[in-house]
């Protein structure tokens, strides 16, 4: 749009429709004004898909720390093309995503969601990301502004953080995402910064992000309860509320007649958000298209390709892997994971993905029909129960079809003639405001209703837990009640119940008719009806055996969405349940015992010596089992490498004292050393480095050399390196290069990363790499100064597969000081 017409329609707008504008409505939407042609855009959920709105399934891509792993800046560029057509697939024009937060402890509860530990890492993927998304006409909304790196009180939490690691660690994602990939939003963090909520922090919104790095976007909120106040928050440059106004609408009407904002500083906001609606062509096309299931073939194959690229091989002994087909009788898969593919972690980042292949099904496919595939579970590791299988329910009383009848009502109980019904294909429901039909979300109740056939005869233990109401019966009779003695627990982001459990014997065939009785409002409503059968006493001693009695076997442990989540930190590095057991039970049964974890972030490792490999999948998307298969098998050479370090114990770790917080704070004691930072400078020995991974072949370095032997700032240093494969497999080998400052005013890192790439090599092939370093790579921040500083003097160039792992290292001189303060 031509600024003319832009100013045109600011200038007719009355002071109660640009108010209007500063808030969302019906969840994810932008308020139109009909009256002058300005439309409504509409935003979703990210940053592993686009999640929608009403229910429809949706890709799931790897989750971000399964990406960040695959260190492929092209293949992040690829993944953000194909997630924007899934946010248009869903009428969005916006996707919540990156999420570009600084992982500073294995404990934090979305360090799933977010990249790396290290800032250049972090920086380099995220542009990617929004690159890919946003050259498809869809924007990003890079978050969460900033310093929002735990869940612990998360909305009122203050992250107490000092200059330097503001500037150096934390800031420069966000920094890039606005200077380099031009975010078209960017949404501000729950927390407090230093004492001020991020929603109305004028050093951060204006200071930093608008005045020093020129952004010209949208700054919206978190949904509901990052913004903190109605004139100090428009006044910092918080530009739009999200869901909807509980500090504006009104309240920002008398704040301006009050005098407490001005109509300039709404101008300032409206025109970001006419310009927003601008870039997302809604002028020309302001119809909002319905929300579709489209499952391509394309997609699929992205999806796998992204996920296997991510894996991490953390031991190989003995060339365990790559399993060879024709050398095998006999596998046994075992553990909780093997048959429930952990796709994604918990929280807004959840999608209803098309479809999940677990472990056990990729494994079976990629054995072939010659190799026995047998599965023994060993144990659980699950926090609530599962949700019931799908295929063993039919919905209501008579129905035909797989799923639960959901018959809702306008009350309080689930009395009179129902409002709507509806069929759904899962046992957890959750409800936003937007309700199917004419449904009252201020107040409803909901019966579901289905006819459970077990196929084993057996103990099932039920257990059921809700933000709202609910109680359960089994053929008239009730056997949960949450109804009257609620407990309240850390589901559903802190809304919702403990689980309430009962134990019920179920014949095998014959049908047992569940009815679901459930009272709340939205937007925290929801209910979760979990179902599992009995493991025998002496399960691990059946994987045990089952072990012995094969030729390998691989045991699918690790965690889930449910303890690793928005909403809440985790508690221990340690694997849930029994599994740590049944590892050392069935390494000890079978030598060639192979170990593939399904987490988020790193765990501890007890069995490490006792296992031949050892396999970190992460959360890989829908093509979960596929991957695993492809990277098991050697359909794929494993190159992922970590994007955070793996520490021994937690003890080790960087915020170990200053974690979660308490009375209202957090201190980032751990200042500029965070990662491996920390490691190198304390010298401390992790379990596995930052950097770290294995692959099927092998890598030779050599020739190390610079375009010269000293720079002025002004200037680029490309450092050469030739890269060799000396294995009888094609892979890829990522090369890291780590700076280091010989000597510095300030105190800084041992090393710091400050470029990578990822190099495809055919068996014998040679290859020349050539990256470059400048006075950025160079620089620290002064916070006295507040200038950046690139100092004279000698720097060290380290040239490595991981941060421990460096194979050729040589130094330069900066001939001269540079200083800064963009």
């Known amino acids: ?263 300039a500083t709404l101008d300032e906001s409206v025109r970001r958000l006419l310009r927003l609606l601008d870039r997302a062509g809604l002028f020309e096309q302001p119809e909002i298209a319905q929300e579709q299931a489209i499952d391509l073939p394309e997609q ?49 980042a959840r999608v209803n993905a098309h479809y999940a292949v677990t472990p056990f099904q990729g494994i079976r496919s990629a054995a072939g029909e010659r190799v026995q595939v047998r599965y023994a579970p060993g144990c659980a590791n699950h926090k609530l129960l599962p949700l019931f299988d799908v295929e063993a329910l039919l919905a209501g009383s008579e129905g035909a079809e797989h799923g639960l009848l959901v018959e809702y009502f306008n009350s309080d109980h689930p009395i009179g003639e129902p409002v709507w019904q509806e069929i759904t294909r899962s046992t957890e429901i959750q409800w936003s405001s937007k309700m199917p039909g004419n449904v009252d979300a201020s107040q409803f109740a909901v019966r579901a209703t289905a006819r459970f056939t077990p196929q084993e005869s057996g103990a099932y233990i039920l257990g059921l837990v809700s933000a709202g109401l609910s109680r359960l019966s089994i053929d008239g009779r009730e056997v949960i009640e949450n109804w009257t003695k609620q407990k309240r627990g850390d589901t559903y982001y802190g809304a919702g119940s403990t689980e309430v459990q009962a134990t019920e014997h179920f014949e095998a065939g014959r049908s047992y008719l569940l009815s679901l009785e459930y009272a709340g409002s939205a937007p925290l409503a929801a209910v979760h009806l979990g179902c599992f059968q009995e493991l025998p006493a002496d399960a ?50 079978n030598p060639r015992t192979i170990v593939v974890l399904n987490t988020g972030s790193p765990v501890t490792m007890p069995w490490l010596d006792k296992v031949a490999s050892v396999v970190q999948a992460w959360f890989p998307g829908q093509e979960c089992g596929n991957a695993i298969a492809d ?48 490691y190198d400078r304390k010298k401390i020995a992790p379990l596995f480095p930052f950097g770290f991974g294995l692959s099927y072949t092998t890598f030779g370095y050599s020739n190390l050399r610079f375009s010269a032997s000293e720079v002025g700032p002004d200037d680029t240093l490309s450092v050469s390196i030739d890269i060799i494969n000396t294995g009888e497999r094609a892979g890829k080998e990522v090369v890291q290069v780590y700076v280091r400052d010989i000597q510095s005013r300030l105190q800084r890192p041992e090393q710091e990363l400050k470029a990578f790439t990822k190099v495809p090599l055919a068996p014998g092939e040679r290859k020349t790499v050539t990256l470059t370093l400048d006075r950025e790579s160079l620089a620290y921040y002064d916070d006295r100064a507040r200038e950046w500083i690139a100092e004279a003097g000698e720097f060290e160039v380290r040239v490595g597969s991981s941060s421990r792992d460096i194979h050729a290292s040589a130094t330069f001189r900066l001939t001269s000081t540079e200083r800064w303060r963009v």
């Open 631 to 678: 990277v098991l098998f050697g359909a794929v050479n494993p190159s992922g490498r970590l994007a955070q370090t793996f520490p021994v114990r937690l003890e080790d770790t960087p915020a170990y004292l200053n974690f979660p917080g308490e009375n209202g704070r957090v201190y980032y004691g751990e200042g500029l050393f965070v990662g491996y930072r920390y």
């Open 540 to 589: 691990i001693e059946r994987a045990a055996a089952l072990a012995t009695n094969s030729d390998v076997a691989i045991v699918c442990a690790g965690t889930s969405g449910e303890w690793e989540s928005e909403g809440a930190d985790k508690v221990s590095m340690e694997l849930p349940g029994q599994q740590d057991a049944l590892i050392e039970r069935v390494a000890a049964a």
């Open 300 to 348: 699929r194959a992205l999806v796998r390709e992204a996920a296997a690229e991510g894996i991490v091989v953390l031991k190989n002994e003995g060339q365990a892997l790559p399993l060879q087909r024709e050398q095998l009788t006999s596998i046994a898969v075992i553990g909780p994971n093997a048959k429930v593919a952990q796709i994604m972690g918990g929280g807004s």
């Open 1 to 263: 749009m031509e600024r003319e017409r832009l100013e045109s329609l600011l200038g007719q707008m009355t002071i109660e429709e640009k108010v209007s504008m500063l808030a969302g409505t019906d969840w994810w939407y932008t308020v139109p004004v009909e009256r002058l042609g300005i439309p409504s855009l509409k935003m979703t959920d990210g940053p592993n898909g686009a999640r929608g709105e009403g229910g429809k399934s949706a890709v799931c891509f790897p989750a971000g720390i399964s990406l960040a792993s695959s260190w492929d800046t092209a293949l992040i560029e690829r993944v953000g093309q194909t997630l924007a057509q899934e946010a248009r697939s869903k009428g969005a024009l916006v996707l919540l995503a990156p999420t570009v937060n600084i992982q500073r402890t294995p404990l934090g509860g979305r360090n799933f969601e977010t990249f790396s530990e290290d800032p250049y890492l972090t920086t380099r993927l995220a542009v990617a990301y929004i690159r890919g998304l946003q050259s498809q006409g869809v924007g990003a909304s890079v978050k969460h502004y900033v310093c929002n790196d735990e869940e612990f009180e998360r909305f009122t939490l203050s992250s107490e953080v000092r200059e330097r690691a503001l500037r150096e660690i934390y800031l420069p994602p966000f920094r890039a995402a606005v200077r380099e990939a031009g975010t078209w939003t960017v949404m501000a963090a729950y927390n407090n910064v230093n004492g001020i909520p991020a929603s109305e922090h004028p050093y951060l919104l204006t200071e930093i992000l608008r005045d020093e790095w020129g952004f010209d976007g949208v700054v919206m909120s978190d949904w509901f309860f990052s913004v903190k106040s109605t004139a100090a928050s428009v006044n910092a440059g918080l530009d739009l509320e999200m869901p909807h106004p509980q500090w504006r609408g009104e309240q920002l009407l008398q704040a301006v007649e009050r005098g407490e904002v001005t109509e």
